[in-house]
């Protein structure tokens, strides 16, 4: 295979091409040119290339001495890798491999999706991440769920009822609704742990860029959603999603850490949001993306590993590699 390498600078150029080869595989809204122009515009750093081939796409950049990967940012559940259905993956990696400058001795694509691409025996694990097939009603859905969330949820909806507080999910579908989507997500991710530890969404910093600038992109071609849930007049949880064909990824789930512990406003949100989901008749696969937590399992048994893999210029340098990781991994002994 030839590859074409150019900077990543320039990836508008080459758009079209990318979503026309991103296409022929199962929806991935964040394999998406939209998503991926987001990301460069906000986290590259200048030495992200293009590569371009007959039958796969990357944005690889250097990773450390000898070591090509492919660019992933914190946002991005995925490396920005496709790939033409049924191709020699190893063979693309190769030639890319020997494509790039420098002599590099490593390539890696990180986190893969098998639905997407699918895994070789020597993959390496990366994640677990759970998903929700939209088939028959809702009611039947529901019905299989665990008898403890299905009996929370309607007691915390009865207590709410109690204290006279109106529940309410709002959907926000328009590009211009966006920025100020963004800017209530912040809001209640200001509030709460994110803040202390620096990691919070806000329209000023290039966090908040993204997702405004990528939700409006989406957006204008009807293919995003930001759900808003409310106690009454008090805003309590918010999820980000981006839709491609008949698949939703949740990307990011906020709420509101001063609603008492008796409440969960988050898992009311997402009952209500599912429910409208399954009833829209145009949706049949719910993706999270995250790392499964315990509260996906209450939602899905569907969970899949994502997974990387890496390519070695040389056999012994794979074994080399895999012999100091081994050795990494085993604790120092003490006398």
Partial sequence: M???????????????????????NLAAPMLQADFVAALLTEFATGTELLAICADAMAIVL?????????????????????????????????????A??????????????????????????????????????????WAARGKNLRSNLKKQRARLAADGLDVRLQVSVASHEMADAVRDFGRLESAGWKAQAGTAVHLDNAQGRFYARMLAAFAARGAASVYRYWFGDQLVAMDLCIGQGDCIVVLKTTYDESVPKTFSPALLM??????????????????????????????????????????????????????????????????
């Fill in 100 to 141: 790039l400058p420098g002599l590099p001795l490593i390539l890696g694509l990180t986190q893969l999706d098998p639905l997407l691409a699918p895994a070789p025996a020597d993959a390496g694990a990366y994640i677990e991440t759970a998903r929700i097939t939209v088939a028959g009603s809702f009611d039947d859905y």
């Fill in 270 to 335: 997402r009952e209500e949001a599912v429910r409208a989901m399954f009833e829209s008749g145009s949706i049949g696969r719910i993706e999270f993306y995250g790392k499964v937590m315990e509260w996906h399992t209450r939602w899905t048994d569907e969970v899949r590993t994502l997974y990387h893999v890496n390519l070695y210029r040389w056999t012994a340098l794979r074994r080399l590699h895999a012999l100091a990781q081994r050795r990494r991994a085993v604790p120092p002994t003490t006398e």
């Fill in 2 to 24: 030839k590859w074409k390498l150019t900077p990543a600078a320039r990836f508008s150029d080459h758009a079209p091409q990318w979503d026309a080869l991103q296409a022929l």
């Fill in 62 to 98: 250097p990773h450390g001495r000898g070591s090509w990967a492919t660019f992933q940012p914190a946002q991005a559940p995925l490396g920005m890798w496709i790939e033409r259905p049924g191709i020699d993956r190893a063979a693309a990696m190769g030639s890319l491999l020997r």
